[in-house]
């Protein structure tokens, strides 16, 4: 599937008041299309109200809200929410649907035929993983609440909505389940690109997925928005550094990069059962590999194609190891004589070298 249209989304002034209860105060936020924004924040925040409030559930008491364009307030509130995808906790499937009519509910609604509309079904059962000839005939109560939530992101995106709103849509199931489910929705995002304002109380879920996190306090007051990264290594106040907690600099090992051009080559006569990783992993994935292993030290492989486990050939060794960027010309060593099915890794760090590119990130 194609990355489709999304739009961007501006909240100018936004409140809520429901009686005495101020629920959201004067947010102004500007999600760019094709971001994903997290809110986060404690219980009572206002996450859900904000989310409400941009389909039109819940009406603002003030302020304006855009879709793109064109100001949310003034759209017709069915039309809009047709365009826009939502995502829940439980889901909420209908029961006495199969999982394709759940699925093609909206498709059906704005009039596609049957035809395209079951197409449609086939691409987003396989995008989300499951097999459409297994799952499509089934209940909603036959099927595991993994599979109950992939159908539900399914249905969101079915019509091709210009932004995806998900209301802790991945709090219900167990945390292994949960770790698989962000995986595969992160690697749906990259296909299909949509503007998506998720919510979640979890922080590690916020910094896996966000792109950017908003971070709000009681009443829905914005405490900071920022990418992960600055979130983690540059608190704006108290609030925000307790909230996403002590640990913080463990989490940043999760969003910084592996320092891709600033290697240490790797040692002549590396062993081949080294402990490597992938150049577009994270600074966690690289300490966990070298703390499994006993060299001291992890090295680096080119991302793609996968290299055969002969492929910690350190430079210098008969091979021409290409340094560089993700995108440099293949930043791989092929051996004299290889296969080319070979790749030699791009060089290593050291314990000192991470914590050195975590301090960098900072900075
Ligand atoms: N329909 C309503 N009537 C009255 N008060 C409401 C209503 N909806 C929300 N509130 C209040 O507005 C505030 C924000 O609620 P909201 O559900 O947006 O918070 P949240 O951050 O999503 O919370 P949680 O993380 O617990 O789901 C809370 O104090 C809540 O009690």
Same mark, same amino acid.
């Given at each position: 599937?194609?990355?489709?249209?999304?739009?961007?989304?501006?909240?100018?002034?936004?409140?809520?008041?429901?009686?005495?209860?101020?629920?959201?105060?004067?947010?102004?936020?500007?999600?760019?299309?094709?971001?994903?924004?997290?809110?986060?924040?404690?219980?009572?925040?206002?996450?859900?109200?904000?989310?409400?409030?941009?389909?039109?559930?819940?009406?603002?008491?003030?302020?304006?809200?855009?879709?793109?364009?064109?100001?949310?307030?003034?759209?017709?509130?069915?039309?809009?929410?047709?365009?826009?995808?939502?995502?829940?906790?439980?889901?909420?499937?209908?029961?006495?649907?199969?999982?394709?009519?759940?699925?093609?509910?909206?498709?059906?609604?704005?009039?596609?035929?049957?035809?395209?509309?079951?197409?449609?079904?086939?691409?987003?059962?396989?995008?989300?993983?499951?097999?459409?000839?297994?799952?499509?005939?089934?209940?909603?109560?036959?099927?595991?609440?993994?599979?109950?939530?992939?159908?539900?992101?399914?249905?969101?995106?079915?019509?091709?909505?210009?932004?995806?709103?998900?209301?802790?849509?991945?709090?219900?199931?167990?945390?292994?389940?949960?770790?698989?489910?962000?995986?595969?929705?992160?690697?749906?995002?990259?296909?299909?690109?949509?503007?998506?304002?998720?919510?979640?109380?979890?922080?590690?879920?916020?910094?896996?997925?966000?792109?950017?996190?908003?971070?709000?306090?009681?009443?829905?007051?914005?405490?900071?928005?920022?990418?992960?990264?600055?979130?983690?290594?540059?608190?704006?106040?108290?609030?925000?550094?307790?909230?996403?907690?002590?640990?913080?600099?463990?989490?940043?090992?999760?969003?910084?990069?592996?320092?891709?051009?600033?290697?240490?080559?790797?040692?002549?006569?590396?062993?081949?059962?080294?402990?490597?990783?992938?150049?577009? !992993? /994270?600074? &966690?994935?690289?300490?966990? $590999? @070298?703390?499994?292993?006993? +060299? *001291?030290?992890?090295? #680096? %492989?080119? !991302? /793609?194609? &996968?290299?055969?486990?002969? $492929? @910690?050939?350190?430079?210098? +060794? *008969?091979?021409?190891? #290409? %340094?560089? !960027?993700?995108?440099?010309?293949?930043?791989? $060593? @092929?051996?004299?004589?290889? +296969? *080319?099915?070979?790749?030699?890794?791009?060089?290593?760090?050291?314990?000192?070298?991470?914590?050195?590119?975590?301090?960098?990130?900072?900075?």
């Amino acid at each position: 599937m194609n990355a489709t249209r999304a739009e961007s989304i501006r909240l100018d002034q936004v409140r809520r008041q429901f009686g005495e209860t101020v629920a959201v105060d004067r947010l102004t936020l500007e999600i760019p299309a094709g971001e994903l924004v997290v809110l986060i924040g404690p219980s009572g925040c206002g996450k859900s109200t904000v989310l409400r409030m941009i389909n039109r559930l819940i009406e603002p008491s003030s302020g304006r809200m855009f879709l793109g364009e064109e100001e949310i307030t003034k759209s017709d509130p069915v039309k809009l929410r047709r365009r826009i995808g939502y995502v829940i906790q439980n889901v909420g499937l209908f029961p006495h649907q199969t999982v394709r009519e759940n699925v093609a509910t909206v498709p059906r609604l704005v009039g596609w035929s049957k035809a395209k509309a079951n197409s449609r079904v086939d691409e987003l059962m396989t995008l989300v993983g499951l097999e459409p000839s297994r799952y499509a005939h089934r209940y909603p109560h036959e099927l595991s609440g993994g599979q109950r939530q992939r159908i539900g992101v399914a249905r969101a995106l079915a019509a091709d909505p210009v932004v995806l709103l998900m209301d802790e849509p991945f709090s219900a199931v167990d945390p292994i389940v949960r770790a698989r489910l962000q995986d595969e929705f992160l690697r749906l995002q990259g296909a299909v690109g949509k503007t998506i304002v998720f919510v979640t109380h979890d922080v590690d879920e916020a910094v896996r997925l966000g792109d950017r996190i908003a971070v709000l306090s009681e009443g829905g007051h914005l405490e900071q928005y920022g990418t992960p990264g600055q979130v983690l290594s540059h608190p704006a106040n108290d609030f925000v550094a307790d909230f996403v907690g002590s640990d913080r600099g463990i989490k940043r090992l999760a969003v910084t990069p592996i320092p891709v051009s600033n290697l240490r080559p790797l040692p002549a006569g590396a062993p081949q059962n080294a402990p490597s990783v992938t150049q577009t !992993e /994270s600074l &966690r994935e690289a300490l966990a $590999a @070298l703390l499994e292993g006993d +060299t *001291g030290w992890v090295a #680096v %492989r080119p !991302e /793609s194609p &996968r290299p055969s486990d002969s $492929a @910690l050939r350190p430079s210098g +060794t *008969g091979s021409k190891v #290409v %340094r560089g !960027e993700p995108t440099a010309q293949p930043a791989v $060593a @092929l051996p004299e004589g290889g +296969t *080319g099915s070979e790749q030699a890794a791009l060089g290593m760090l050291t314990l000192d070298d991470i914590y050195t590119a975590l301090r960098a990130a900072a900075a």
